[in-house]
């Protein structure tokens, strides 16, 4: 069975946003049959759409595994509720929210799983991440810079790299 290289936006902006994201990390890694490639730096950046809520904390990690992505979907959704994540309103606060971004080269467009994540071309918390980690699979690299460099100019989305 080949190998599928999958990569996850994890971000939260509820308690100790580094702590659920490094426990998240820490879940995903130990899981048998998962192998992370690689992560990003850590980034605090301005919620999107509901923007009365504290600032988010985000990172994208590079993985390797045989599971489908209904089982990965299923994987991170079990993670989000053992971390306390709550489903009530959309762009509601949160402790985790881990979506998967791409998922090797395929696409998808079901009710519940979008492949590549139908929002991540506007999302500066996802490119900038992931453009540190990213070797060309989905889309060219100089895609998402060109993608990223145009966001700068017409959205207000604020986003700082933070040590981590």
């Known amino acids: 069975m080949e190998k599928n290289k999958v990569y996850l936006s994890l971000g939260g902006n509820i308690g100790d946003r580094k702590g659920y994201i490094q426990k998240a990390i820490k879940m995903i890694g130990k899981i048998n049959g998962i192998k992370i490639l690689g992560k990003s730096g850590l980034y605090e950046t301005t919620p999107v759409g509901y923007l009365e809520q504290n600032l988010f904390l985000n990172v994208v990690i590079k993985i390797e595994t045989k599971f489908s992505e209904r089982e990965i979907l299923k994987i991170i959704n079990k993670i989000e509720a053992e971390l306390d994540r709550k489903r009530e309103i959309r762009w509601e606060p949160r402790t985790i929210d881990i979506d998967i971004l791409l998922f ?11 492949i590549p994540h139908k929002e991540m071309l506007n999302r500066l918390f996802v490119l900038i991440p992931l453009i540190e980690i990213y070797d060309g699979d989905y889309f060219e690299k100089e895609v998402i810079v060109k993608r990223i460099d145009e966001l700068f100019k017409i959205e207000d989305q604020k986003i700082q790299k933070i040590n981590d």
């Open 104 to 114: 090797s080269n395929k696409k998808i467009d079901e009710i519940d799983l979008i």
